[in-house]
Each structure stands twice: as C-alpha cells, then as structure tokens.
C-alpha cells in the first residue's frame, strides 16, 4: 500500500495556508474549488502531500478531523474485507470519474482515507 497524503480538514484555508508558510515556508503546490463550498490545496513536493480541505457543506459521512489517505488497487475488495472484519466504513465517495474513495477510523478516531485512483 502507498501512503498518499494526510488530510486536515479545515475551516479558514487562507488562514491555515498564510500559517504553513509563515512556520515552516511551506506553500500550495495545488490549489483549487473541489464544489461549491468546498476548496481544496495540497502541499508539499513529491509524492507524499498535506492536503487541507474547507468544505462548509461537508457530508456526515465523510471523516472530520484529521485523516491519512492510502492507495489501493481494488476498493471494492479493501471495503469488503474492512467490513468482514467488523470496522464500519462510510460510503464510497467519487468526486470525479477517476477517484474513489472511503474512509474508516481507528479506536482513537483517526481516520485512514483508502483511495482508488484510475
């Protein structure tokens, strides 16, 4: 498995992004709206990113707080498995046609994001 990113999300991205730089001089590599109340930005280079994410529309069922995002070839098949083994997962998520994803917690509430990427 692949670690791809870890995820925070957010309320004030101007904010959280003004406090990245000023810390540790890290800036956006990517930034941009994922909706009509939600923006996006990763940071970082290389393969491994932070992804901070204010979505003021956020569903119940997506994970809140802070979440590691995973790669793996079959999302379907990790669900399944997750489940078989007695974890409660949300539902899948596809924000585009070429990613799918969903979310599980651990027993402290820290969620892992498995993610299907075409």
């Not at 109340?37 to 901070?52: P, R, V, Y």
């Not at 003021?56 to 995002?69: A, D, E, R, T």
Request: contains cysteine; charged residues 30%; aromatic residues 12%.
């Amino acid at each position: 498995m692949k670690f791809l990113w870890t995820t925070f999300m957010i309320n004030d991205l101007d904010g959280t992004l003004a406090f990245f730089k000023d810390v540790a001089d890290i800036e956006p590599v990517r930034r941009f709206q994922a909706g009509p109340e939600k923006e996006i930005a990763f940071l970082c280079e290389g393969e491994t990113k932070i992804e901070l994410v204010a979505d003021k529309g956020i569903p119940s069922h997506v994970y809140k707080g802070v979440s590691v995002g995973l790669a793996v070839d079959d999302l379907d098949q990790k669900k399944k498995e997750l489940e078989a083994k007695g974890y409660e997962t949300s539902p899948v998520i596809s924000p585009n046609p070429n990613t799918r994803f969903f979310f599980v917690a651990d027993p402290n509430g820290i969620g892992l994001q498995f993610v299907e990427e075409k």
